[in-house]
């Protein structure tokens, strides 16, 4: 059993950063694939960066150039750099936990999700 708890979300205005966090126990995040999610209000939840078990990722387009992922084995965290918020971007962000990387972008391959933190970017 995989568990994942975020923590790092908040108010900031646009252009700002925030660096989200999401800890993992039961298994390292380094053996598992590991991608963050976001959900705004009204949509659906949308993938925003992957990373995989050898170290590359992949992000969204609308993302793509502003966060970053990333992990730290030792810590068994992995990361959501972001930078040049938008209004847009505003959303409860997920972390999740999959055993492999088909169609990394779909929630429906997560079996295992954190409880969310929310970001919200004012203009």
């Known amino acids: 059993q995989v568990q994942l708890v975020e923590s790092g979300g908040g108010s900031v205005q646009a252009g700002g950063s925030l660096r989200l966090s999401c800890v993992a126990s039961g298994y390292s995040v380094s053996s598992i694939y590991m991608a963050w999610f976001r959900q705004a209000p009204g949509k659906e939840r949308e993938g925003v960066a992957f990373i995989y078990t050898g170290g590359n990722t992949a992000y969204a387009d609308s993302v793509k150039g502003r966060f970053t992922t990333s992990r730290d084995s030792a810590k068994n965290t992995v990361y959501l750099q972001m930078n040049s918020l938008k209004p847009e971007d505003t959303a409860m962000y997920y972390c999740?936990?999959?055993?492999?990387?088909?169609?990394?972008?779909?929630?429906?391959?997560?079996?295992?999700w954190g409880q969310g933190t929310q970001v919200t970017v004012s203009s």
């Open positions: 999740a936990a999959a055993w492999d990387a088909f169609r990394w972008y779909e929630p429906s391959r997560y079996p295992y």
